[in-house]
């Protein structure tokens, strides 16, 4: 599985159903590997996220610099044929024409790469926020887990325990299940739409994230 391939999944992975897991298998050890995996993946992501911001800034200078330089040369172009000019005016042209070519060519790297490293800040942002969710979470989640074991029940859902709870756990679901229910609705529109560019951009969107992935396995970071 690539790394594109496992940073959606985490991305996808609703807090309800993190927790929800939890339960079915009795067990904090859901909570603690999707907490590890976001936290590995985040790491790859912010060391391309240095890398790729240098290049934005790179492109964005380039392009800059031919735009500057076409639009000197256009004048010098209007410049030689008001002087009669023509041999310098055509020479002028084409040095033009290529130029802008050259521009437009910085230009649309400039912009994919920028779309690029957006959407991998927003990976991260979005990793960040469930992360943080899960471990504020995680003693309340431990304390619904110990009244599982003790009661013997095979719970599927928060909604399982609420049949055996006393008043003390009732509180604790339902500050957990209010948590998880504020931290899903927030984030549902921006990781829908991230899954979305994820799936559509394929390997071009986390092109950086997959080299730096590469070079943690090589020990060339």
């Known amino acids: 599985m ?6 959606g999944i985490l991305i996808s992975a609703t807090l309800h159903s993190i927790v929800d897991r939890a339960l079915q298998t009795n067990s904090l050890a859901v909570f603690d590997e999707y907490i590890r995996q976001a936290e590995n993946s985040m790491k790859l992501l912010q060391s391309a996220l240095v890398d790729l911001k240098v ?4 492109l964005r200078a380039k392009y800059d610099q031919a735009a500057d330089e076409a639009a000197r040369l256009d004048l010098q172009v209007d410049q030689a044929l008001t002087a009669g000019k023509e041999s310098l ?4 042209m084409v040095r033009l024409n290529s130029l802008m070519e050259i521009a437009q060519t910085y230009k649309a790297q400039y912009e ?3 779309h690029a490293y957006n959407l991998l800040t927003d990976m991260v942002q979005i990793l960040q926020s469930k992360v943080d969710v899960l471990q504020a979470q995680r003693d309340q989640v431990a304390t619904m887990l110990e009244l599982i074991k003790s009661k013997n029940l095979v ?3 928060i909604k399982d325990i609420e049949k055996i709870s006393d008043s003390h756990t009732r509180r604790i679901m339902e500050d957990v299940r209010a948590q998880l ?4 609705a927030r984030l549902e529109m921006a990781t829908s739409r991230l899954s979305a560019e994820i799936e559509a951009q394929g390997g071009d969107l986390a092109l950086e994230a997959q080299l730096e992935e590469r070079r943690q396995r090589l020990g060339l970071a």
């Open 2 to 7: 690539s790394l594109l391939q496992k940073i």
């Open 55 to 58: 290049t934005v800034k790179t």
């Open 89 to 92: 005016a055509k020479a002028r």
């Open 112 to 114: 994919r790469q920028s």
């Open 155 to 157: 719970a599927r859902s």
């Open 181 to 184: 229910d504020t931290a899903d």
